[in-house]
């Protein structure tokens, strides 16, 4: 059994992070003839025509709008993320990111996942937290600083867990409230400020289901960029069937046999499961067995 | 062998999430006389005087100041915390939140990490980040609402990974540069947007180190209330030996055997390990199997 890809990780750059604090580099990077610009049009990345790669742009190629700084590839050239418009006549199209990191389908989806959610935290926090006053952006693009308080905010990622209550055999799926019809997944939810991750898993499960659990098992993590996830799947035991659902989180939840999470799996179902983009198709591939 | 406890961790309040989105429920729990009241002074939880249990003042000793909901009790009888000054003639004393921390050593410290987390975040989030304006408390003290623009805010939950490079038989321990001499711990970083927990993992190592590792173990994870992290502990395997320590992150380094950790946790080495408060505590006493 190879191992499953999780959707958004492998990112093939080095990330460089020593650079970040050093504005000269940085701005020698940006000028080098090597730099190559990935231009995020409302979010969406650039794919080359025919939606097979990432479009790259040339530092003449791009609009105005902040770039924030991505890192090296293999080679050492230097790679940017640009928040703008692209000219209409680029042999490129905007695409929306949860589509193209299915499209891409390996490591190239870490570097959308990555400009998408350093950007769109820049979009959302111009001013400052502390006191209101505008901030500026610092180390290429990994920073904003507060000129009035001198506060420092920082990218935020939230810790969200996503998990798959079992027992005897039966696995425990729900369908939120603006869920497609018919689809069904992991319950998920953020964790909380004063709790450990194997306890956000436990309280979730009991909030939305109505269901004890224990043996919290992690198991894999992922990135999601909408708008700063990270996700960290896992399992764990229940102590019971009967569910209580909270139905402002939770429309309709069923237990399911690994025959049956297979046959979602495959499509071949009277539900669908998540797309292997998503880390729930990892859980519930995983706690099915693949055939 | 006992599984150790993990510092903050093992909260005995039930947080009753859906209280928090009615208003009426939590002025009437509020105002319930079980009701009981963990002030913070200045980001310091009181003690009762002794120092061997929190502090849970009446509705009638509590300061001014904004007051957030942490839960219900066994019992069922509401729980809050509160951002204030108390009277001087309390039978309590502001402690230290680490210290309070080590001194409970058990469930009642969670109350802690989510009372401080949450007060801090409400201290430094006073505005809009997306446009300036002042914001208003909402949910119980779990969500701020912009009157202006409609943003609505969530306190902040920082995901960082903490981990134990090994390799035949030795494990990698640092010294950040505003360590106290001789203490030494496990490597540790922020997790980035666009990256999963293992990657994280890896990049921080190299980074820090100038270590490549494969194989990243999840093991454990608690929350870190200084001002907001999830740790999140892990091992991973080195490919080498040689290191090349950014010394703005680490000014020491060194590879140790599991006797030589044994010998730290115990106080009987020239360097010393973390206190059991600290996740890095357990990794160490993990890796090296306690006697």
């Known amino acids: 059994m190879t191992r499953l890809h999780l959707g958004y ?48 742009a040339r530092r003449s190629e ?53 400009a998408r959610s350093v950007l769109d935290w820049h979009r959302r926090h111009g001013f400052c937290a502390n ?13 904003r600083l507060c000129g009035s308080c001198g506060a420092e905010h920082f990218p935020r ?12 055999g039966l696995a425990l799926v729900g369908r939120g409230p603006r869920f497609p019809a018919g689809f069904f997944s992991a319950l998920a939810g953020f964790v909380e400020p004063g709790e450990s991750l194997e306890e956000a898993v436990a309280r979730e499960l009991h909030e ?32 019971g069937f009967e569910l209580a659902l909270d139905e402002s989180e939770i429309a309709e939840a069923r237990w399911v046999s690994r025959e049956e999470v297979r046959a979602a799996l495959a499509g071949e179902a009277d539900w669908k499961a998540p797309p292997p983009l998503a880390i729930a198709h990892w859980l519930l591939a995983t706690w099915a067995g693949r055939p």
């Open 62 to 114: 791009i609009p105005t709008g902040l770039a924030i700084f991505l890192g090296l590839n293999a080679d050492g050239e230097p790679r940017f993320a640009v928040d703008g418009k692209p000219d209409d006549d680029l042999p490129a199209r905007a695409t929306d990111a949860r589509a193209a990191g299915a499209l891409l389908a390996d490591g190239r989806a870490a570097i959308i996942a990555q």
């Open 208 to 239: 939305e289901a109505g269901i004890r659990v224990h043996g919290v098992r992690y198991g894999a993590s992922q990135p999601w960029p909408f708008p700063s996830s990270l996700m960290m799947g896992a399992f764990a035991t229940a102590e």
């Open 9 to 56: 990780t492998g990112a093939p750059l080095d990330k460089a992070d020593h650079m970040r604090r050093d504005a000269a580099a940085i701005q020698a990077a940006r000028m080098h003839p090597s730099a190559r610009f990935l231009i995020l049009d409302d979010l969406k990345p650039l794919m080359a025509e025919g939606g097979t790669d990432l479009f790259w």
């Open 157 to 168: 990622v939230d810790p969200v867990v996503i998990m798959l209550a079992e027992k005897d």
């Open 131 to 143: 006191c209101g006053a505008p901030t500026e952006v610092q180390k290429a693009g990994y920073s």
